[in-house]
C-alpha cells in the first residue's frame, strides 16, 4: 500500500525553464511533508518541508505548494539549473502519530544545458 | 562538521552467508536510523534509536535482522543469514532530536548484493 505516490519516474527540462515536481499521498493522518534530493553515490539530502498549516513555503529557487483537499504537493525549481539534476523523493508524516517518515518512489530529474 | 559515516561502501555476499553495517551519526545527535532502499523504492524506515533506546523497529524483519547503538553513538545493522531480497542500500541518518520536524542526515550508504 502506497501511501505516498510520485507518479513521474523521471522528468526533463531545459535549463532556465521551471522543474515541477509532483507528490500525491493517501493518509488523511499526514501533516508534515518534506522533499529530499539524491545524487548517485550519495545520501540523500533535505531540501524544504511544509507543514500542514501552510500551503506554500518558499526557499530561494525552490517551492513547495499543498493542496490539502487533493492530498497532493508539488516542488517547483525556478530557475532549473544543470546542478539540479538528481533523484526526489517526497516524504510524508504525522505528528500525532508514530512520525515515520514515509518516503515516495522519486522522480529523477534530469535539467539539459 | 563532519557528516553521516558509513561502512563499508559496497559489498557481495552468497544468500545464507551474514553481513554487519556500521555507522557513525553526526556528533551529539541523539537519533539514529536505519532505512533500506531497494531498486526503484524510497527508503524505508527500519529502525529508529533515540540514544540507546529503541522508537520504532515495527519494519525491521527481526529474525533475520538486528541492530543495537551501544553506547548511544555508533550503531551496527546486521543481516544473518541474508536473503536474495536484502539486496539494496542500506540508508543510515541522524538527527538532533526524535522531534520529526528536525532535519535528518544521511550517510551515503551501504549497497549490498545478495547473490
Known amino acids: 500500500d502506497q501511501q505516498v505516490k510520485q507518479n513521474s519516474p523521471s522528468l526533463s527540462v531545459q535549463e532556465g525553464r521551471i522543474s515541477i515536481l509532483n507528490c500525491d499521498y493517501t493518509?488523511?493522518?499526514?501533516?508534515?511533508f518534506l522533499w529530499y534530493k539524491k545524487y548517485p553515490a550519495e545520501g540523500p539530502t533535505f531540501l524544504i518541508s511544509?507543514?500542514?498549516?501552510?500551503d506554500k513555503n518558499e526557499d530561494g529557487r525552490f517551492t513547495v505548494f499543498l493542496n490539502k483537499s487533493a492530498k497532493h504537493l508539488s516542488l517547483h525549481i525556478v530557475p532549473s539549473q544543470p546542478g539540479d539534476s538528481a533523484v526526489y523523493f517526497c516524504?510524508?508524516?504525522?505528528?500525532?502519530?508514530?512520525?515515520?517518515?514515509?518516503f515516495g518512489t522519486g522522480t529523477r530529474l534530469k535539467v539539459l544545458a | 562538521e563532519a557528516g553521516v559515516a558509513q561502512s563499508p561502501r559496497y559489498k557481495i555476499i552468497e544468500k545464507r552467508q551474514s553481513v554487519a553495517f556500521w555507522c557513525n551519526p553526526i556528533?551529539?545527535?541523539?537519533?539514529l536510523y536505519w532505512y533500506q532502499q531497494i531498486l526503484g523504492q524510497g527508503p524505508k524506515l527500519l529502525i529508529q534509536?533515540?540514544?540507546?533506546?529503541?522508537?520504532?523497529d515495527s519494519q525491521l524483519p527481526k529474525d533475520r535482522f538486528s541492530a543495537e547503538r551501544l553506547k548511544g553513538v555508533d550503531s551496527t545493522l546486521k543481516i544473518q543469514p541474508a536473503k536474495l531480497e536484502d539486496s539494496a542500500v542500506y540508508l543510515c541518518?541522524?538527527?538532533?532530536?526524535?522531534?520529526?520536524?528536525?532535519?535528518?542526515?544521511f550517510g551515503p550508504g551501504t549497497r549490498l548484493l545478495v547473490l
Open positions: 541518518a541522524s538527527s538532533w532530536s526524535v522531534v520529526p520536524q528536525e532535519t535528518q542526515y
Open positions: 493518509n488523511s493522518m499526514f501533516d508534515y
Open positions: 511544509i507543514s500542514s498549516i501552510k
Open positions: 516524504a510524508a508524516f504525522g505528528t500525532s502519530g508514530t512520525y515515520k517518515y514515509i
Open positions: 556528533s551529539g545527535h541523539a537519533t
Open positions: 534509536f533515540q540514544n540507546n533506546g529503541v522508537v520504532d
